[in-house]
């Protein structure tokens, strides 16, 4: 059994800053890929930033320059720092993994519950 855990979402006020943090517990052999989505009421969830196991980013154009996406490997950790936050930017924030639980089992995706971001004056 694996968990995702998110903390760190809030208010803030436009222009504020935040810091989401994702931890992973339970049956872990390895971690591939860590990421943020996010979504709001009536649209598809979308990636905000990934990171490879390898510490390669991928960042969605509305973020990049803004966010920053960062892993702690020895505490399965991924956090995301949001700079210069917008009102559109408001969402619940998804963290999301793809984890081995065995050496021979295949990675499997997993999903935080979420945690809200509100960016508000």
């Known amino acids: 059994q694996v968990q995702l855990v998110e903390s760190g979402g809030g208010l803030v006020q436009p222009g504020g800053s935040l810091r989401l943090s994702c931890a992973a517990s339970?049956?872990?052999?390895?971690?591939?890929?860590m990421g943020w989505y996010r979504q709001t009421p009536g649209k598809e969830r979308e990636l905000v930033a990934s990171?490879?196991?390898?510490?390669?980013?991928n960042y969605a154009d509305s973020v990049k320059g803004r966010f920053t996406i960062s892993r702690d490997y020895a505490e399965n950790t991924v956090y995301l720092q949001m700079n210069s936050l917008k009102p559109e930017d408001t969402a619940v924030y998804y963290c999301?993994?793809?984890?081995?639980?065995?050496?021979?089992?295949?990675?499997?995706?997993?999903w935080g519950k979420g945690t809200l971001v509100t960016v508000s004056s």
């Open positions: 999301n993994a793809v984890i081995k639980s065995r050496w021979y089992s295949n990675g499997m995706e997993y």
């Open positions: 339970g049956s872990i052999f390895s971690i591939n890929a």
């Open positions: 990171i490879s196991s390898g510490g390669n980013t």
